[in-house]
T-cell receptor, first 113, second 109 residues
Framework: NAGVTQTPKFRVLKTGQSMTLLCAQD?????MYWYRQDPGMGLRLIHY???????AKGEVPDGYNVSRLKKQNFLLGLESAAPSQTSVYFC????????????FGQGTRLTVV | GQSLEQPSEVTAVEGAIVQINCTYQ??????LSWYQQHDGGAPTFLSY????GLEETGRFSSFLSRSDSYGYLLLQELQMKDSASYFC??????????FGKGTTLSVSS
């Protein structure tokens, strides 16, 4: 099993450009999440999904949009990138939230210049 | 809302025992999880406590006290490879997994 796969692994964007980060999982998990990680800030939840066709806002959703058209994929979009969005982005998935392990992708390092 | 507090840094020497504490404030508490992250890598699951008490998995143990809104991760017989960041997390039923800011553990020889 591949687990959780994120693409791309690295990206440099200019301010104002757009991009989409793709997360794919092959474990038939219902729940999927996007987090950003900045030094000293831990993992902050951007958006999450509790099933195909559903999305919800997390702690820091501004400037991001998401879609979950297929159960195995969770896309994170930046419509107009800003330097404040320079971060490491992690996708994760799980069967649920209670007593379940969340599996993480390897991360996407995004720099906005 | 919810919040989790844990120390930002802990240092220890090889062979020692270290305890990383986590206090939480949350509505609808269901349990406390712990994750490990080596520098730049993906976080990986260590343990989950739904009930009060100590759960042991090899050199690592995790404890929960629901009445005190408190838990800790205990690492014994520390090894250099245990140098990493450790996060406590609260699973919210029907919503998502919320993490603390993490504790960086540095193990020296």
């Amino acid at each position: 099993n591949a687990g959780v796969t994120q693409t791309p692994k690295f990206r440099v964007l200019k301010t104002g450009q757009s991009m989409t980060l793709l997360c794919a999982q092959d474990m038939n998990h219902e729940y999927m999440y996007w987090y950003r990680q900045d030094p000293g800030m831990g993992l902050r939840l951007i958006h999450y999904s509790v099933g195909e066709g559903t999305t919800a806002k997390g702690e820091v959703p501004d400037g991001y949009n998401v879609s979950r058209l297929k159960k195995q994929n969770f896309l994170l979009g930046l419509e107009s990138a800003a330097p404040s969005q320079t971060s490491v982005y992690f996708c994760a998935s799980s069967y649920g939230t209670e007593n379940t392990e969340a599996f993480f992708g390897q991360g996407t390092r995004l720099t906005v210049v | 809302g919810q919040s989790l507090e844990q120390p930002s840094e802990v240092t220890a020497v090889e062979g020692a025992i270290v305890q990383i504490n986590c206090t939480y404030q949350t509505s609808g508490f269901y349990g406390l999880s712990w994750y490990q992250q080596h520098d730049g890598g993906a976080p990986t699951f260590l343990s989950y406590n739904a009930l009060d008490g100590l759960e042991e998995t090899g050199r690592f143990s995790s404890f929960l006290s629901r009445s005190d809104s408190y838990g800790y991760l205990l690492l014994q017989e520390l090894q250099m490879k245990d140098s990493a960041s450790y996060f406590c997390a609260v699973p919210q039923a029907g919503t998502a997994l919320i993490f603390g800011k993490g504790t960086t553990l540095s193990v020296s020889s």
